[in-house]
């Protein structure tokens, strides 16, 4: 997640969508950066403790803004930032996503070459990716609508960025909100031992589509 006052954006990262490249991006023109430490200053790297916010925005309780993680979804920001006194309204917001199929084999993989994520245990439980796909998403999947809607079906994203469309989605909303002439790096990239059509069976394809339809 970040956050610029200066450029009045918010931008909700998704697992496994170009996340890391379009952070880097961001980030130098990012006041507000979440990490799993919770809520950072980025332009001074100082890490928000509970009496700082409570000094900036007068809480009396635990900040809300504490809890800010990289993947928040939006309804949950969306409040946190307007109990902080930072009006979602007045921000263009966007997030990133990604063909779900291609998105679940990155994931795959992702899993199997990294112990510490959040998808190696479920590789590690599975036989084979149809197993693997139906234990991640009985165990943590959000659909993007969850991400992006709020409990009165209202969408709260001004923008998309499609992985497929990068560069000029990318361009394209950078230059809208004032930030020309980026450079976009690309990392995090995990090879494939073989073609994404390899992975899948009938039943797991017809279960991604029905799935992640929103996001097709």
């Known amino acids: ?26 980030d130098p023109y990012s006041d507000w ?26 809480y009396k309780g635990k900040p809300k803004l504490m809890d800010c993680r990289p993947h928040i979804k939006a ?7 307007n109990d902080s006194g930072l009006d979602w309204e007045n921000f263009h917001s966007f997030t990133s996503v990604r063909n779900p199929w291609d998105r679940m084999v ?14 190696n ?18 165990a943590t999947e959000a659909t993007f609508e969850d991400a992006a809607f709020d409990s009165r079906g209202n969408y709260l994203f001004d923008d998309i960025i499609k992985v497929e469309n990068l560069e000029d989605d990318l361009n394209r909303i950078t ?7 980026v450079h976009i790096p ?26 992640y339809s929103f996001e097709i």
């Open 1 to 26: 997640m970040r956050i610029s006052e200066d450029y009045n954006f918010i931008f909700i990262s998704r697992s496994q969508c170009a996340s890391t490249t379009i952070r880097n991006v961001l």
């Open 33 to 58: 950066k979440s990490t799993k430490r919770g809520l950072i200053k980025a332009r001074n790297k100082k890490i928000i403790t509970e009496n700082y916010m409570k000094g900036i925005f007068g």
């Open 75 to 81: 309804p949950q920001l969306k409040k946190t930032m």
């Open 106 to 119: 990155s994931r795959y993989e992702y899993g199997h070459k990294n112990e510490k994520s959040t998808y």
């Open 121 to 138: 245990k479920h590789v590690s439980n599975s036989d084979n990716f149809d197993e693997f796909l139906f234990s991640l998403h009985e």
């Open 175 to 181: 230059k809208k909100i004032g930030i020309v002439s």
């Open 186 to 211: 690309h990392k995090n990239e995990n090879p494939r031992r073989k073609s994404i059509t390899e992975y899948y069976s009938e039943s797991s394809k017809e279960f991604v589509r029905e799935e």
